[in-house]
């Protein structure tokens, strides 16, 4: 009944996201969006959804994360890959199981951040086997890409993160129907606050500092003086299952190589997790 229900789910997003970048193609291209080749015209995508979601083993909550946008490049082969199969590039989140194509959910700092929200939810350290990643599901505001002239840095269109979150967002909240919405980064919340509380009237909103290197490193580095109220690396990897602890991210390093690299972003968010929940 839950796999039907998340496949029922997935049809349903798939066939919006096919819809809308169909209809609004010619708007969309008015933007300068990436292409694949500078050509070939890349769709709008549905979110990554774990395979336990609608139930997830731990009882834990139903966590939605959003991010800002997927910067691609459009000479990257699976540009042209998903430009050209609209099956793959409108399910392209869903395509590996150790990956959602999302940089901040690829590094393993959104399942890290989940994993948190989700302990300090059931008051509990998660089992050995309850992996974070079957539980949530996570995608960008922004379905298109955007480079700066010389393509050497990525932008982000704000009439695209509205007109995605009306679109493609409103829809993945009303179905995926969740508990939190986990946002990363001051114009995600503000646009979440804006545009999507609405849509599902029940789910608390938290908010993080967006967790690229650049911010973290910026203004969350591990010279920060920690306080009573910081958990350290330690005590935070008892809160992430010891399914997920060695798994393998970005560049190779894995998710307890991250937290205890990033320890005090960790650190303070979890104190933002308690306080927005709390209020």
Known sequence: MVTKQRETVCRGLLRNARAMSLEHQREIESWKPVKAGKRGFIPGYIPYIGRDYFSPPSGGPRILAYALSQNLRGTESFAKEWAENWDKGLDRQNQKPDGAAMHPFDTGHIPILASLLRSHVLGRKP????????????????????????????????????????????????????????????????????????????????????????????????????????????????????????????????IAQIIKRDEYYFAEMLVRIKHDWQT
């Open 127 to 254: 089992k050995a086997q309850e992996s974070i990643y079957r539980e949530i599901a996570a995608t960008n505001l922004s379905k298109f890409s955007f480079r700066s002239r010389d393509g050497k840095r990525a932008t982000d269109n704000e009439t695209s993160l509205r007109r995605c979150s009306e679109w493609f967002s409103r829809l993945e909240v009303e179905k995926l129907d969740p508990d939190f919405l986990l946002c990363c980064g001051n114009r995600v919340y503000a646009i979440v606050r804006e545009q999507l509380v609405s849509a599902a009237p029940k789910a608390v909103v938290i908010h993080v500092a967006f967790p690229s290197l650049l911010v973290i490193n910026r203004h969350y580095h591990r010279n920060k003086r920690f306080h009573a109220e910081h958990l350290r690396a330690g005590d935070l990897l008892e809160l992430v299952s010891a399914a997920d602890r060695d798994r393998p991210v970005d560049h190779g390093q894995t």
